[in-house]
């Protein structure tokens, strides 16, 4: 392959690596996973919140206390997401959505960016440093669900804040059909 095609894949490769790394800290965040939320950071980041500024490890104990406190779920989703790769250092910028299913309605919906310096260390790239950008924060009232169907559509699986949540299971196992057939004519 020549050097420039290398160098092309390299880049590839190295944005998809920031891509995931993103995604960990997402994943890690909503499963308040801390060893997996911490793996999105380097040691020494910082990350700046708007209500909390500091190092990583602070940073965890801090929003998942909040979560923990305020929310009996919660989702960070990301999307729109760019990166402008400086051979070890990436500036990139995520777009994100967050919803809390709050412990007092009602609900949130709040959107962002995510404005992050990365760096490979090691070969491993994770944030160096985050100001996360709050644009737009809302109420959303909770559907008018009934309860037993809301209990069917929430019953195929673990939902949890901790590795007792479905995501985690190895392998993944599936309900038989006769078990949703009886649920759903309830």
């Known amino acids: 392959m020549s050097e420039a095609l290398n160098l092309r894949i390299q880049a590839l490769l190295d ?77 990139a910028e995520t777009y994100w959505l967050f919803f809390g299913d709050n412990r007092v309605k009602p609900n949130t919906l709040a959107v962002g960016r995510y ?17 996360c950008i709050s644009e737009a924060i809302n109420d959303l009232t909770p559907s008018d669900v009934p309860a037993a169907w809301r209990e069917v559509l929430m019953s195929n699986g673990v939902s949890a804040r901790n590795r007792e949540d479905v995501s985690y299971e190895r392998p993944l196992t599936t309900r038989e059909r006769s078990q949703v057939s009886g649920l759903a004519q309830s």
């Not at 020494?44 to 206390?65: L, P, Q, R, S």
């Not at 404005?115 to 100001?131: H, L, N, P, Q």
């Open 15 to 91: 944005k998809q690596a920031i891509l995931e790394c993103v995604h960990r800290y997402c994943r890690g965040i909503d499963r308040m996973d801390r060893e997996l939320t911490l793996s999105a950071y380097h040691p020494d980041a910082i990350d700046d919140h708007g209500a909390f500024v500091g190092n990583a490890e602070e940073f965890v104990d801090w929003a998942f206390a909040y979560h923990a406190e305020y929310q009996l779920s919660h989702h960070h989703m990301v999307f729109n997401h760019s990166v402008e790769l400086h051979g070890d250092t990436a500036h």
């Open 115 to 131: 404005i992050d310096r990365f760096e490979k260390r090691e070969g491993v790239w994770a944030i160096a440093a985050r100001v």
